[in-house]
């Protein structure tokens, strides 16, 4: 029935008949759809005050953690970060699914960054394994941390990119840009050259060969090419939520 409803009437069908609603997986996943639907039309408070009472009704931790994780993320939207961590840290418990594990991990590394407190971030990033990386190496860059940042990515890179002499897809094509820029800005000539070593044949004749050219053949010695290597840096980034943002028909921001 609360499938049905408009997301309103849901809730009012919801809080006049809950104590008929059983503890159980069909439940909850009824309670969170109606949470979906309600922070869709921006009634966050409604949405978590619905999971809220899923909370109150779920049946062992794992439930609680998966409920838990919905309402830091609800937090996070709404930009309360420490709601967001309390949220984690009232469901946390032993023995979750390692993908659950990893998602809250990543959640909490994400309201920490925005608090500021970017050492606590970068070591939660760091226990979320290889999920962690591409948000940690983002997190360093923007805060100018280039070295680490590299570091993050290459460490990535080891993990995303086929054996050679297997092709390159455009994905791992952007990745091997990004790190170029960043040990380029951290004037790491000796990652370049490696870089440039490993990956020159590979990204050779297919998107985004002259940016990884440009930065591995240049280095660091010219300071007029740091603007231009941010721009190669920026692109390898966002590319790829441009296309999305092209592919779903909506306007791009410039």
Not at 2 to 14: D, G, K, N, Y
Not at 34 to 57: E, G, S
Not at 62 to 75: D, K, N, Q, S, V
Not at 193 to 203: D, I, P, Q, V
Request: proline share 6%; hydrophobic share 50%; aromatic share 2%.
């Amino acid at each position: 029935a609360l499938e049905r409803e408009s997301p309103i009437a849901a809730v009012t069908l919801f809080d006049a008949h809950r104590a008929l609603l059983p503890p159980g997986d069909a439940t909850e996943t009824a309670l969170a759809s109606l949470a979906d639907r309600l922070a869709a039309l921006d009634l966050v408070d409604r949405a978590q005050h619905v999971l809220r009472q899923a909370l109150a009704r779920a049946a062992g931790d794992e439930a609680r953690a998966r409920i838990g994780l919905r309402l830091a993320t609800l937090a996070l939207g709404a930009g309360d970060e420490a709601k967001a961590r309390e949220a984690l840290a009232e469901t946390e418990a032993p023995g979750l699914p390692m993908a659950l594990t990893v998602e809250r991990t990543l959640l909490d590394a994400r309201a920490l960054n925005r608090l500021g407190q970017h050492a606590a971030a970068a070591a939660r990033y760091r226990q979320a394994g290889l999920a962690g990386l591409p948000e940690l190496a983002e997190s360093l860059a923007e805060r100018q941390d280039w070295a680490g940042a590299a570091a993050a990515m290459g460490e990535l890179l080891a993990t995303r990119l086929p054996p050679a002499p297997a092709p390159l897809q455009e994905p791992e094509r952007r990745l091997v840009v990004r790190t170029a820029a960043l040990l380029a800005l951290a004037g790491q000539e000796s990652g370049l050259t490696l870089l440039r070593n490993a990956e020159a044949g590979r990204m050779a004749g297919g998107p985004l060969e002259e940016a990884f050219m440009l930065i591995t053949g240049a280095g660091m010695d010219n300071v007029g090419d740091l603007p231009r290597l941010r721009q190669e840096l920026e692109l390898a980034r966002v590319l790829p939520e441009r296309l999305e943002s092209l592919r779903a028909g909506a306007p791009i921001a410039r």
